[in-house]
T-cell receptor, first 112, second 112 residues
Framework: EAEVAQSPRYKITEKSQAVAFWCDPISGHATLYWYRQILGQGPELLVQFQDESVVDDSQLPKDRFSAERLKGVDSTLKIQPAELGDSAMYLC??????????FGPGTRLTVL | AQSVTQPDIHITVSEGASLELRCNYSYGATPYLFWYVQSPGQGLQLLLKYFSGDTLVQGIKGFEAEFKRSQSSFNLRKPSVHWSDAAEYFCAVGANNNDMRFGAGTRLTVKP
């Protein structure tokens, strides 16, 4: 069964450093999502792509976060500089049609 | 804007006992409703979804959920809980897979 791939699974960094996360959606899925999940809470959408275009980035802190999906396939989420409050699980999801999102295993970020 | 409330932060049940996890939503139109499960340190796995039609939906791992429009609820049930069901459960509401909102989650503990 096809799955959403994410790397790294864990990342520890110091504040003010740059970090990047990678996501490879299920083949053929045009829509890709990045979520942030703070411990003890549900996921919150950061950015949504349709192919290579951003559909919704209203909750993305654009002063430090950026996301791209240059060829409409895999995607990278970057944080620069990282802050202590960025410690969270970063989840990537993809969907084929406008119905079900399939999630990857996530990247656990710890900022020291 | 849509929102989801999961009133129970933590539930403990004995193995073999029945389970019901509550979910209430707020949405102006007919919602798309989902239940996901998350094991510690992992991504979210889809248990079941409701878009239209029969209000009782069957999912994986023996779970089912019932959509009740009059009560704005979409409660998750399982007749007999297994120790492997211990996890975090998230209810989500969306429309056409856009702007999906998650509840804060319910953590399930299963007693032997």
């Amino acid at each position: 069964e096809a799955e959403v791939a994410q790397s790294p699974r864990y990342k520890i960094t110091e504040k003010s450093q740059a970090v990047a996360f990678w996501c490879d959606p299920i083949s053929g899925h045009a829509t890709l999502y990045w979520y942030r999940q703070i411990l003890g809470q549900g996921p919150e959408l950061l950015v949504q792509f349709q192919d290579e275009s951003v559909v919704d980035d209203s909750q993305l802190p654009k002063d430090r976060f950026s996301a791209e999906r240059l060829k409409g396939v895999d995607s990278t989420l970057k944080i620069q500089p990282a802050e202590l409050g960025d410690s969270a699980m970063y989840l990537c999801a993809s969907s084929f049609r406008a119905d079900t999102q399939y999630f990857g295993p996530g990247t656990r970020l710890t900022v020291l | 804007a849509q929102s989801v409330t999961q009133p129970d932060i933590h539930i403990t049940v004995s193995e073999g006992a029945s389970l019901e996890l509550r979910c209430n939503y707020s949405y102006g139109a007919t919602p798309y409703l989902f239940w996901y499960v998350q094991s510690p340190g992992q991504g979210l796995q889809l248990l079941l979804k409701y878009f239209s039609g029969d209000t009782l939906v069957q999912g994986i791992k023996g779970f089912e959920a019932e959509f009740k429009r009059s009560q704005s609820s979409f409660n998750l049930r399982k007749p007999s809980v297994h120790w492997s069901d211990a996890a975090e459960y998230f209810c989500a509401v969306g429309a056409n897979n856009n702007d999906m909102r998650f509840g804060a989650g319910t953590r399930l503990t299963v007693k032997p």
